[in-house]
């Protein structure tokens, strides 16, 4: 299977503990995307990549998240100090350079619950 | 900011029957929009977009979306369900003027009754 990969599937942690989720994305596609998405509600945009730089940033991306993209292949996500609201699927895209009408690809997800 | 609403929470209809999901969207400049459906426990599946050009855009699975700009809507449609299209449906939309993230609708739960 080529599309999006993300690792792991599922995460269950104490509130406190740091976790980090990776995503694989299509092996030519540059951009890459973090979404969280709640029960009930959309996907809302977390960050997004163009290759190894990181250039946008959503206001729900506390200073306790991090994401990086070493050598604009694979990403990380990693929350410190993990609180239960924190609770939602993170879900990570990926899609080629193509301007605004280009679709993104998803992967499964990662779950993650805070208890 | 470009935003969309999918104005019901759950659409029931019987297998055969058409399927119609609705979305309406707000952007500043033009739109892109997009249609993305979720199977459980499965990542969101890319259905069609809408760049420009025909307001009618024909997708995956059988599925076809209208664009109507005086409306700002992109309803989702199907001319006869499958039960197998029981999931949740997202539309999406990303403006041109702006940035690169899609923002989504809170998604439609579809049941297609046997």
């Known amino acids: 299977d080529t599309g999006v990969s993300q690792n792991p599937r599922h995460k269950i942690t104490k509130r406190g503990q740091n976790v980090t989720f990776r995503c694989d994305p299509i092996?030519?596609?540059?951009?890459l995307y973090w979404y969280r998405q709640t029960l009930g509600q959309g996907p809302e945009f977390l960050t997004y990549?163009?290759?190894?730089?990181?250039?946008?940033k959503s206001r729900l991306l506390s200073d306790r998240f991090s994401a990086e993209r070493p050598k604009g292949s694979f990403s990380t996500l990693e929350i410190q100090r993990t609180e239960q609201g924190d609770s939602a699927m993170y879900l990570c895209a990926s899609s080629l350079t193509g301007g605004w009408n280009t679709e993104a690809f998803f992967g499964q997800g990662t779950r993650l619950t805070v208890v | 900011a470009q935003s969309v609403a999918q104005p019901e929470d759950q659409v029931n209809v019987a297998e055969g029957n058409p399927l119609t999901v609705k979305c309406t969207y707000s952007?500043?400049?033009?739109?892109?929009l997009f249609w993305y459906v979720q199977y459980p426990n499965r990542g969101l599946q890319f259905l069609l977009k809408?760049?420009?050009?025909?307001?009618l855009v024909k997708g995956s699975y059988g599925f076809e979306a209208e664009f109507n700009k005086s409306q700002t809507s992109f309803h989702l449609k199907k001319p006869s369900a499958l039960v197998s299209d029981s999931a949740l449906y997202f539309c999406a939309v990303r403006d041109e003027g702006g940035n690169n993230r899609l923002a989504f609708g809170k998604g439609n739960q579809v049941v297609v009754i046997p």
């Open positions: 990549f163009q290759n190894e730089a990181q250039l946008e």
């Open positions: 092996s030519e596609h540059n951009r």
């Open positions: 952007v500043s400049g033009n739109p892109y």
């Open positions: 809408y760049i420009t050009g025909d307001n």
